[in-house]
């Protein structure tokens, strides 16, 4: 497991890139998590963990400034959440890329530069390099120019990290990027998030269900489970008795040689690190 290493010194010259204070999100009766409170430093790795449907994917959203906070606060790069913020890059769920139009990788990669403005691409030499730059440092030159309807699932999600460095954020959001991926490209995808968060001193929120795969190299652990949440180490929080206060049942966490297991009763344990469903809190508007 990886240790703390992002540089703290280094870190004073740079805005922390998330901050949440007291955070609490809950729609009806029913609160997803609350009382939140995390700071997110320049060059940290963080895993977001827990069962189906509890909220991780909300807390992404939350700093997209897509859904607002019940109670409490969130800042990006020092200033309150908002749409469209520059300083975050974001790797979304992977969805098959079906479709008719000659879209190629560095096309996609564009995108995050200005796929939110209506008409065409300016396609400026600066523009250009900033595509080339981040296609390189993922690994992905040699099929920038392939249309997307021929790459693989994990040639895609190269491309897709590299659409969410383009812009050189403070801040990486990664929403399952490991799923539908076969063990070799979890790694693969992985080992490059990880490389740009130390590269680039950005920090990261990298919500999944597949724990070991992040495990070498995740400096926290976000846990979300029935309403509450635990942030520490991985050697703090993925432990029996801290996650079966966070269930209010029994859970066992079992070492495997470098793997962890974790299993709840019966009822949960189908449910544990399975696809999330979508939450509905209120959005903005």
């Not at 430093?41 to 019940?70: C, H, M, S, W």
């Not at 409490?72 to 890059?89: D, L, N, Y």
């Not at 993922?138 to 309807?149: E, N, S, Y």
């Not at 399952?176 to 950005?202: F, G, K, M, W, Y």
Request: aromatic residues 4%; charged residues 20%; neutral net charge.
């Amino acid at each position: 497991m990886a240790s703390h290493r992002f540089d703290t010194a280094g870190a004073t010259t740079r805005i922390e890139p998330a901050r949440l204070t007291g955070a609490t999100v809950a729609f009806g009766d029913r609160v997803l998590w609350s009382g939140l409170d995390l700071v997110v430093d320049p060059g940290e790795f963080i895993a977001v963990l827990g069962p189906n449907g509890v909220g991780k994917t909300t807390l992404l959203r939350v700093l997209l400034g897509q859904i607002a906070l019940t109670a409490g606060t969130a800042m990006v790069a020092g200033r309150p959440v908002r749409r469209g913020s520059t300083h975050i890059g974001y790797i979304p769920q992977q969805r098959s890329l079906e479709t008719t139009a000659p879209i190629r990788g560095r096309d996609l990669v564009g995108m995050g530069i200005d796929g939110h403005k209506w008409g065409f691409a300016r396609f400026s030499r600066s523009r250009r390099r900033r595509i080339d730059e981040a296609i390189a440092s993922v690994g992905a030159t040699a099929f920038a120019h392939v249309p997307l309807t021929m790459t693989s699932g994990g040639e895609q999600q190269r491309l897709r990290i590299a659409q969410a460095l383009v812009t050189n954020p403070q801040l990486l959001l990664c929403d399952e990027p490991l799923s539908s991926l076969d063990l070799r490209h979890q790694q693969d995808v992985t080992r490059l998030i990880d490389n740009a968060c130390r590269t680039r001193n950005l920090g990261v929120l990298f919500v999944t269900h597949e724990i070991n795969p992040v495990l070498p190299y995740v400096d926290r652990v976000v846990y979300v489970a029935g309403g509450k949440v635990c942030v520490g180490t991985p050697d703090e929080v993925l432990r029996s008795d801290v996650l079966s206060e966070l269930y209010g049942s029994h859970v066992e966490v079992f070492h495997h040689g470098d793997r962890i297991i974790v299993l709840a009763d019966e009822e949960r344990s189908s449910h544990l690190h399975a696809p999330e469903i979508s939450d509905k809190p209120k959005e903005i508007g």
